[in-house]
């Protein structure tokens, strides 16, 4: 089963933006969960898998929803090239959400402070949907539990007195 954590500013459960986010969130809950795309997902999530794996079960999803499949052009003032989101859905001319999908990566690479540096610096994105493994095994047979922790490291920009600019991270663990 997947499921996801709200992480969010205070008194930003009645924003427009936010209902619009939480609204695609739990519509992209419902299809992850959908016996199929959970079939898909366990198939795919294994041993040297890559998070394109998992993106193209949820490509044609993600696309009805009216994300739009890596963006250019959202990070124009900073010189990072080549910086883009996995996914964006355009909100306003001023808030928008970032989708990224990770597998491998997500601590040992620290890509999950990678997402949310991207969405910080993003004048068009205010919130985040991030998509990592509740658990990964090594080629050693560990388990690594990467949901948790991700929940557990990001937690604290949503202390009032950490806050970055990103109203709401939705994580969710597949």
């Known amino acids: 089963m997947v499921e996801y954590k709200i992480l969010k500013k205070e008194n930003n459960k009645n ?3 936010y209902i619009i ?7 992209l809950l419902l299809f992850f969960n959908k016996k199929e795309t959970l079939e898909k997902i366990e198939k795919a999530h294994q041993l040297n898998a890559k998070s394109k794996d998992i993106q193209n079960i949820i490509l044609e999803k993600t696309k009805l929803l009216g ?3 890596e963006k250019n052009g ?4 900073y010189r990072t090239s080549g910086l883009r989101p996995d996914y964006y859905f355009k909100i306003s001319d001023k808030e928008g959400i970032i989708m990224e999908v990770e597998r491998g990566k997500t601590l040992a690479n620290n890509m999950d402070m990678l997402d949310v540096w991207k969405c910080h610096i993003c004048e068009e994105a205010n919130y985040l949907f991030l998509i990592v493994p509740k658990i990964r095994q090594t080629e050693k047979g560990n388990d690594n539990i990467i949901y948790k922790k991700v929940i557990d490291r990001l937690e604290s920009f949503f ?3 950490n806050y970055v600019n990103i109203n709401a991270i939705f994580i969710f663990g597949y």
């Open 67 to 69: 994300f739009v499949d």
């Open 159 to 161: 202390y009032k007195q």
């Open 74 to 77: 959202l990070f124009y003032k």
């Open 21 to 27: 986010a939480k609204n695609k969130a739990d519509e």
């Open 15 to 17: 924003n427009n933006s």
